[in-house]
């Protein structure tokens, strides 16, 4: 077994000004993310240009603060946030959702299109392969911060872990596994696939599909919020968002398909 090793959860103190591994895991994906959405406007030209993705930065940090916040209170919080409807603005507490900030970024770029007169589906083509980004650094700082840490494991796994701060039982490091399939994994395959000429709905498909795939596994071995129990079937919360985000990825590769079959 391992030992998680106490990270401070504060990457740098400024006086009195603390900055956080989770914020600056925030910034350094959105910069990284702009960079290679930059980098795949060039590569596979269209109405959306790399000088569009400038004016889209700030529309995508709304989305994904806003979108974040409002589907932890929704999905996650309600009962409490109905009660305490101030808490809902004191996002320096914690408690952000990777569906609520989808759908903010979603909505943010459909909003973007339809002002610069673009293709929701070319833009979200060129911005899907950035996603992964995110999602490794944000899960990376999940582990540091000693958060959403993972269920009960055997303590013959060799890399199973003791979190100190939540009990001395053996766990998965979670945290990990997400960032191995959600980040790394899922960064990958988006790479290969915009190396090439992609017909539109392609890589928007292979991100839903693909996320919803990763994130559905490893709920099985992260300690989940809320579960839903129906007769033998049991889901948690993160599985249950993601069976729609899974059924618009598959046809989203169905339309692709017969966009490239018809090329």
């Not at 993705?53 to 974040?68: K, Q, R």
């Not at 494991?153 to 959600?182: C, G, K, N, T």
Request: net charge positive.
């Amino acid at each position: 077994m391992l030992l998680f090793p106490q990270f401070n959860p504060i990457a740098l103190q400024l006086g009195p000004i603390a900055i956080h591994w989770y914020g600056l895991a925030y910034v350094t994906a959105l910069l990284l993310g702009l960079a290679y959405t930059k980098h795949i406007a060039r590569r596979h030209p269209s109405p959306f240009t790399p000088e569009h993705v400038d004016n889209l930065f700030t529309w995508v940090v709304l989305g994904v603060i806003v979108g974040g916040r409002l589907g932890y209170v929704l999905f996650y919080g309600l009962p409490y946030f109905a009660a305490n409807p101030l808490d809902v603005f004191k996002v320096w507490q914690g408690g952000m959702s990777f569906h609520g900030g989808l759908i903010g970024v979603i909505t943010a770029l459909a909003v973007f299109c339809r002002k610069h007169n673009l293709n929701l589906w070319d833009v979200g083509d060129r911005v899907a392969p950035a996603i992964p980004i995110g999602l490794l650094l944000g899960r990376i700082a999940n582990f540091i911060n000693g958060e959403l840490v993972g269920r009960e494991a055997p303590a013959s796994l060799p890399w199973s872990m003791i979190f100190p701060q939540v009990d001395l039982l053996p766990r998965h490091p979670s945290q990990l596994y997400e960032a191995s399939l959600e980040g790394i994994a899922l960064f990958l395959i988006l790479f290969i696939i915009s190396r090439r000429p992609f017909p539109r709905y392609l890589p928007s498909g292979v991100f839903l599909a693909g996320y919803a795939l990763a994130r559905f596994t490893v709920e099985y071995f992260r300690t989940p919020e809320i579960t839903h129990t129906w007769g033998p079937v049991v889901l948690t919360q993160g599985q249950l968002l993601c069976l729609p985000m899974l059924a618009a990825g598959l046809v989203l590769l169905g339309l692709s398909r017969r966009r490239a079959h018809a090329a």
